[in-house]
């Protein structure tokens, strides 16, 4: 069974003060992993997917880098607008149909 | 180009009362899902389709039921709503196949639902 475990579960930043959040993984054959972001009231949005080790990612302030058992988001110089909810999910070879398993999230506060 | 489209926004139900959260998606996508979503507890998948007329039980699928009679269509059904199926209900599509690598979610802008 596919496992995602994202930490830490909230984050405080001041505006300008770079952090990292984590997603560590379980599963069988990693198709993919992506990243979302949520906004209070609203569906997921999607960022970035990463397929394997080593890969990379960037869109504007945030990258994303994928490792054999983990992701980081890291996030660079924060704006108070990229407070959200950040959500990681990981897509498997297993079973076929290649249905995303979703981690809880990390819920971002950018103060300014 | 709309999406996906969920519909309602908001609902409070009754104990035992019924309703059915619409949804529907103009890009021709072949996956669509339900998920529900819990204060901290992330998505859980309740049903998916990987295409019209298939459908297939996700981790969370008691109390509810679905069909998929369109490529648009993937509509979510309560029978006999419980305060434990209080929740934010999203609607997502993807395109998926076994050479497309590109299967990112859309999700719809979610169903709040208050069953008391």
């Known amino acids: 069974e596919d496992q995602v475990t994202q930490s830490p579960e909230a984050l405080r930043l001041q505006e300008g003060e770079s952090s990292s959040l984590n997603c560590s993984y379980t599963v069988s054959g990693l198709r993919g992993l992506f990243w979302y972001r949520q906004d209070p009231g609203k569906g997921p949005e999607f960022l970035f997917t990463l397929y394997s080790a080593g890969e990379e990612k960037e869109k504007e302030r945030l990258k994303a880098t994928l490792t054999k058992k983990e992701s980081f988001l890291h996030i660079t110089a924060p704006k108070p607008e990229d407070s959200a909810t950040y959500l990681c999910a990981v897509q498997s070879v297993s079973g076929g149909s290649y249905i995303p398993t979703f981690g809880r999230g990390t819920s971002l506060i950018v103060h300014p | 180009n709309a999406g996906v489209t969920q519909t309602p926004k908001f609902r409070i139900l009754k104990i035992g009362q019924s309703m059915t959260l619409q949804c529907a998606q103009d890009?021709?996508?072949?996956?669509m899902y339900w998920y529900r979503q819990d204060p901290g507890m992330g998505l859980k998948l309740i049903y998916y389709s990987v295409g019209a007329g298939i459908t297939d039980k996700g981790e969370v699928p008691n109390g509810y039921n679905v069909s998929r009679s369109t490529t648009e269509d993937f509509p979510l059904r309560l029978e006999l709503a419980a305060p434990s199926q209080t929740s934010v209900y999203f609607c997502?599509?993807?395109?998926?196949?076994?050479?497309?690598?590109?299967?990112?979610?859309?999700f719809g802008s979610g169903t709040q639902l208050s069953v008391l």
């Open positions: 997502a599509s993807s395109y998926s196949s076994g050479f497309n690598r590109n299967e990112k979610l859309f």
């Open positions: 890009m021709n996508h072949n996956y």
